[in-house]
Every structure is written in structure tokens, then in C-alpha cells.
């Protein structure tokens, strides 16, 4: 029976190696990268990915020999009465001291990018966050955001292609959090806080809009679009979107100014 | 301590073991080990709510929105039988909840940590015997009180176990968020309340009720483990129950620590705060991440005596082991922050929260290396209960191998509150410290009630259950990896996830069995207390103080007085013939001294 049990653990080995390569080959898997640094987040992943496999299979490799090796019942030999060794402690504590602090330095400019080194652009719209949509905020013709003449949209996000995109963030309620999977981005969403977030994006198409954090009953429901383009399609988009609703908006202003 | 543990003993059966009534005995009882055993059978009950809330979890991602066989026609008649996803968010958060505070937590410290701890040191019984027995009816509040969320207008707690403001605080913002949250807060304090006598009187047990010779290194890892636990409970604890009571103020007097000012909820204004969301999130992780600890190191403890045992083999490094318990308590207070990488606190401080949750897998990783060392050369028995300590470790290396992805804090911006976060804490909490917990059941399980558990069936249950939980948790790495997130009702109308259902089908099969391989536990466990073989005091022959007692230890624990001469490690050791050494036994040239 014990060598039963050996090779149930072995069984581990060959479940994560099966997993981890069927993933990818049946798409399920990091999702296609539009961006132009997300492939440092993915690089990182798979680096990450590398080494915890070497350990991983080291580990679990001699687990499953050690069993099998020292199974009472066909192990003659006796006991190793030993209580450690001060050299092996030294050398488990030193390597992975140093491979943790090598993947904490390695990791270091890829946080700052994202998070820390904003781009000096002025913001394409403003991201606003409610139970349990998107609602967006474009400059109208006068090119400044938080006037009259913006143009408001839900859900509906688009982008220019190729530029680097800067936008605010903010929630009127509860926390919510901007997730765009193909773009590696992910920023949380607090009332009372106004977070930045930027990104490039390198192909035109269209993708997901996540909300990523717990925000009612609805959270399954908070879907938005993200919409890359051209520079002159954006621009095209942007025109219609305003057109439209200074026309569903002009009786309203009237007769309000009556 | 008294040298006449066995004349009081007997003087105090015969004076008060006739007066003591059942309910004194059984029910409000001040002995250690009938309240371990109380908090055993408690935990082991909602360890059954928790699952069947985790089936129903698991139903709705696999196939959402289908019409639930039986229950849907009762739960949901409005909606035709169809989960509704309020009842979605409220599934999760109670499983959490219950698994957490109600299973993890009391299993470890309250079962384990009041069963073992003055029989592994050589103790009568706790320093405070009514503070312990407190310590257990202050759990029954919080059972009834969340078991009364379970039924108040408009559902249960809903806003995750996490219970983060604005959502959990605002009763406009979600459906359970009425007195369904209050009723959950109130709970958790007084969970916490009986967490903190517990931990008192662990602390004060451990530094001064150990048996003649029972110095702190020759303590049992189990103990040392139950030390600690203490001691990061003490320290973390009261920053919880302040949270806890900040929250219950903002939602009931307005205070506004959580909440800041001009929000619109549900079209309505709720009252003016000047507080920060954030605050919670700091409070919360500074008790919550010592408290990943708190629900780890007990079964880590527990493992490496199970291992030392049925290995025949002294434990490979005790004193890296001690240290690295320690390591990982210490460090786990500083790490915190690597829960808000993305929740808008500082980068910069996400850096340095970064390198001290780097720095946290290194005492993990040298107590791997030092299991292995372990079975390294020894003789191992397959037993159940090291079926159950082995597979600890196969498991605990990948949850703790995908603790790194999430430390990386840029990895972290793609992967934070996906499935790649639900596969790593599983692998840690469910693979790690259940399958501990398991095993402990079956190693201890003679000396509490005195007969053994049967091993062809645990044996079964052990290979259902290890084949299940790796079907159940593993694929949720590659879920994980594309994106997916955690504590959606339905995910698949996104279009980046519609492709991951009949994975989640193949999850939702095997979470099923792996419930379902639980009967023969709970089969196993009922019957061997009645029908199972007698264990006598030592079945396993094994070094521990505990074994030297009688099987159940009667009150006061020890017919002798235990008087301890090594550590509780000492198998296969050439100074005697059997492979085991009793902590107790004189050595062979002090033999005759030590009689007299």
C-alpha cells in the first residue's frame, strides 16, 4: 500500500505540469496583451512561474522519492538518528533569501511604471464610478473637463490607439475597481479619493471592462466596454457623441431657461 | 507546581467526583478536554455549514442562473427557482465567514489548543480553568448571532468576509447590509472576546504550568505553535475589536470613520462622514493578516509532530523550526498592506509591504526543507494521519509557491481578486490547515476518547478528499491566470471568461465529492468512539507527554507526575532499544535516582 500512496503524491507533480500545459493550449490562459507594458506584468508572471516550478518539482520530487526510499515496510535499513544540520539550515536560508530579494529588486520598476510614474499628458476623460455602472466623462470643444459642454457616456469607453492615456478615477459610493484584462490594468475605485490611472494601448478592437471589487448585489452586472481606435475615428466618435446629446439636450435647456 | 499531582488527583475524585452533576461535568464543564472536545464538535458542525455554503457557491459559478433541484422552489419562488444574486453574495461572504471565524480559527486554537496544551506540557489543566470555560460559551453569542443574519430582512451579511465600507456600512448599498451586518459585527467581537481568553490563558499555561524538565526548547512544535498563535492574537486582536466596534458606530450613530463625505448611494445622501474607506482596510488586515497566520501555524505544529512520529525519526531542525514560527509571527505583522497593493494606499508604501511579504516565505520555506529533512532516512508508516501530515506539506509548498505571484506587486495589479487569489488561500487554509486539522483528528483521536478510528476507512477518506480538493482548487491557477474574477454571480457575459464554464463544471463535480467524501469522516468519527478498537495510552508509540496518560485522560490528566527528561523527538535514538523515547523515561545511568 505505501507505494500506492507514493505515487498518489507523484500524482500532484504530474496534475500541475498537465494543468499549467493544457492551459495555454486550450486558451485558458493570460488573455491576448494589447498593451504596451503589459507584457513586463506577464514577463514577470512567467519569471515567477519559472522559479516556483524549479521549486516546486524539487520539493515534491523528493518528497515522492524520500516516501518511497523509506517506506517502513520495504526499507531495511535503520533510522538516520539525526536532529538537523547546521550547514543545510545555512544553505536553504541563504538561496532563497537571495532569489526572494532578486525577484523584490527585479519587480521594483515595473510597479513604479505603472503606478508611480505618471505620464505627462492631460487627462483624456474622467471615470466615475456608481452601483452598477461606468460613467464617463469626455471634454466637449472647449477641451477641459468638469464644464458645461463635457460629454457623458456609460459604459461605453473609447480610446485613441497608440497614445499614452491618462484618466482620473473616482466612485460616488462604494468601492468598485477598473479592471481591463488585455490591458493589465487594475485600479480600485474609493469614494472620497481620485486615483490616476494610465496605459497605452497598441491594437484597435474591442474588449472587456471589469468592475473587480465586491460592489453589491450587482458587481456580476457592472460591465463595460473599452473601445480602441483610431486617432481620427476616436475624434469621429467623440463629435457624434456630443452632436447627439446637445440634441436630446437643447429642448431640456430651454425650458429650463424659460 | 504541586510534586503531588497524583494524591490531589485522587483526593479530588473522591471528594468531588460524585458532586459533579452532568451539567458541570459535560456541559459547563471547567476541564480543558471537555472543552477542546467541545469546540471540536461546534467547529466540525459549521465546518458542515461552510461547505454546503461553498456547494451552493459553486452550483451558481458552474451553472448560473439554473434552477436549483429542490431548495430553489423554497428559497427563490419569486424568482422561479433561480438563484438570485444578492443570495449569491451573501453565499460567499457567510462561507467565508463561517470557515474563518467559526471553523479555522476555534478548530486550531479553541479544539486542539485546549486539548493538547497541559497534557503535551505535563500540566493538570489550563492556568485559568473558568476563563477557559468562558472562552467557549462566549463563541455560543456569536453562533446564535450569525445564525440569526442567516434570517434578517433582507439576508445576511452580503458585502464579503472582508466587510469593506462603504458597502458594509451604507444600509441603502446592498440587500444584507441592513441588521444582518450589525448582527455579523456583533458576532465577530464576541468571537473575539473568546479568542482573547483563550489566547491569556494559553500564554500563561505555556510559561508556567510545565511539568519538571519541560524547558521551552523541550517543548513540542505543537506547542510552540499554539504559543505563538497566542501571542499574535494578544497583540492583533484588540486593533480587530476596535474595527469591529468603529464600524458598528458608523453604521448605527453616524460617526463616519469609514465613510467619506458626498456620496450618493442608491440616489440617496447618506449621512456626512469625513472619514476614509481606506481606514478600514488598514484596520482590518492589521488583525486579518496575523490572522492567516493565527489559522496556519497551529497545524503546521501539529504536522511536524505528526510526521517526527510516524517517520521514526527525530524532527529535522527543531530549533530552525521554533525560529522560523517565530519569523513568520513577526514578519506577519508588517505585511499587511500587500492586501491594498491596488486599493489606491501609496505605491511607494506598497514597496516596502512588497519586500516584507517576500521576505515572509522564507521561514515557510526553510520549515519545507525541514519536513523533508524529517522523512528524509527515517521509516515511514502510511498511516491516515500521515497520509494527512504529508499531504500538508505536498500542499502548503503550492499555496505557499503562489503566495510569490501575489507579492509581486505588478503580477499582483493583473491577478488581485481574481481566481488566482482563491487558488492560493484554498491551498493554504483548505489543503493546508484542514488536511492538518485532519490529521491531528486521526492521531489524537484515541487519546480523546480512547479508542482508535478505523483506517481502512480513513485511509479512503484521506484518497477522496486529497484527489477532490486538487480537482476543486488546482484549475483555479489557470482561472486565475486568465483574469477571472472572484465573487461574480455570473461571470460568463464578459467575453474574456465565457470560455471557462465547462472548467468550472469540472470544479463544481469535484467540490461535490469532496463534500460528499466528508460522510465517511463524519460515519468514521461517530462510530469509532463507540464501536472503534481500544486505544491504550500510547497506540502510536509515541514520545509526547500526552501519551503517557491514560486514553481519555481522566481529571487532572496524569495518574504520575510527569517528570520530563529530553525533547519529544527522541525516536530511534541508540541510548535505548525501542525506537521511541519516552519524554518521562529516566535515562538508563539515572535510572535509580530518578524511581526514588
Redesign the interface.
Known sequence: ??RF?CL??FS?IV??VV??VL?PVY?????EDISRDGH??DH??LF??A??SI??LG??F??FV??WK???AK?A?????????HT??VI??II??GI??F??LY??N???D???RRPDVAPLLEVTA??FEWRLRYPGPDGEIGTQDDIHTVNDLHIPVNEDILFSLKS????H?F?L??L?????A????K?WVWFRALEEGE??L????????????M?GRITVESRAQFDKWLEEQYLAQEATQDPALAASEN | MSTTVAGSHSHEASSHGHSESFISTYIFSKDHKIIGIQFLFSTLLWFLVGGLLALAVRMQVAWPWAEIPILGKLLFAAEGGQMSPEFYTMLFTMHASVMIFFVIIPILAGAFGNYLIPLMIGADDMAFPTLNMLSYWFMWPAFILMGMSFFAEGGSASSGWTAYPPLSVISESAPGSGSAQDLWLLGLIFVGISSMMGSVNYMTTIIQMRAPGMTMFRLPLTIWAMFITAVLQAFALPVLTAALFMQLLDRNFATGFFIPDGLIVNNIDPAPGGGHPLLWQHLFWFYSHPAVYIMILPAMGMVSDIISCFARKPIFGYKPMVYSICGIAGLGFIVWGHHMFVSGMNPALGMSFMVATMMIALPSAVKVFNWLGTIWGGQIHYTTAMLFALSFVSMFIIGGLSGIFMAATPVDIFIHDTYFIVAHFHYVLFAGTAMGVFGAIYFWFPKMFGRLMNEPLGKLHFLLTFLFLNGTFFPMHILGAVGFPRRLADPYHYETFRHLQPLNEFMTYCAIGMVAAQIIFAVNFIGSMFFGRPAGRNPWNANGLEWTAPSPPGHGNFDFQPVVYRGPYEYGSPEVDSDYYLQTQPPPETKEEAVV
Open positions: 500500500m505505501g500512496w498518489l503524491f500532484v496534475m500541475a494543468t499549467f492551459g486558451d485558458h490562459w493570460l488573455p513586463t506584468i514577470l508572471f515567477i512561474l522559479l516556483t521549486v516546486f520539493t515534491q523528493c518528497l524520500f516516501m523509506y517506506d517502513a526499507n535499513k535503520p533510522v538516520e538518528y539525526t536532529h538537523g544540520s543545510l539550515e536553504w536560508t532563497p533569501t526572494l530579494l525577484i523584490a519587480q521594483m515595473a510597479w513604479a505603472s503606478k508611480m456608481r452601483q460616488m459610493d462604494v468601492l475597481s479592471f484584462p488585455n493589465r490594468v487594475k485600479q480600485d474609493v469614494p472620497g479619493m486615483q474588449y472587456d471589469v468592475c473587480a471589487e465586491l460592489c453589491g448585489w450587482g458587481h456580476y452586472k460591465k
